[in-house]
């Protein structure tokens, strides 16, 4: 083959990779359950976070969980916010962790989507049975539902974090 007919179809190769990573989708993920390494650059909020991942910067939405907005814009920072983010700093500042995707890739503010492994334990979890976030299903993406549900259910009975310092209806 001719190095010159080889070109374009390098090029379109090049071209679609670099439009994955504009958009954020891990390009190599394509079933649910598949899992990726990644190093956490910065924390936006308890469950947001920025990964350097395959050598791209990719904001990173944990599935399955919701924590107390900090920095949302035109929005209050919420009972147990600051506590929630200050916590996931701590623990996942520059640190490695393993994203497991799910069956949607990118909610609709362009975040890729993740459940977080950190050192073998799920994060969302963490999150959760701690206290500084509640379960909140986004199907399809509910691999870990039950789990997590489970998690709230002990924290809210134990009056952990968030449930124990803040009125819920």
């Known amino acids: 083959m001719r190095p010159l007919a080889v070109l374009p179809l390098a090029l379109l190769v090049a071209a679609c990779d670099q439009i994955d990573r504009a958009t954020g989708s891990p390009p190599h993920v394509s079933t649910p359950g598949s899992r990726a390494d990644a190093t956490v650059t910065r924390v936006v909020d308890g469950d947001t976070i920025h990964v350097l991942l395959d050598g791209a910067e990719t904001t990173i939405r944990f599935i399955g969980v919701d924590t107390p907005e900090t ?67 986004y199907p399809p993406n509910t691999a870990h539902q039950a789990q997590l549900d489970a ?12 449930w124990g310092a803040c009125a819920h209806a």
């Not at 975040?111 to 050192?119: H, I, K, M």
């Not at 998690?151 to 968030?162: I, K, M, T, V, W």
């Open 151 to 162: 998690a709230e259910s002990s924290a809210r009975a134990s009056g952990r974090g968030l």
């Open 71 to 137: 920095v949302a814009p035109g929005q209050p920072i919420e009972c147990y916010g600051p506590e929630a983010s200050r916590f996931a700093m701590a623990r996942l500042t520059g640190g490695a962790v393993e994203l497991e995707f799910d069956r949607d890739l990118i909610d609709p503010y362009d975040r890729t989507l993740a459940y977080v492994w950190l050192d073998g334990r799920l994060f969302d979890e963490t999150l959760v049975r701690r206290g500084f976030a509640e379960a909140k299903a």
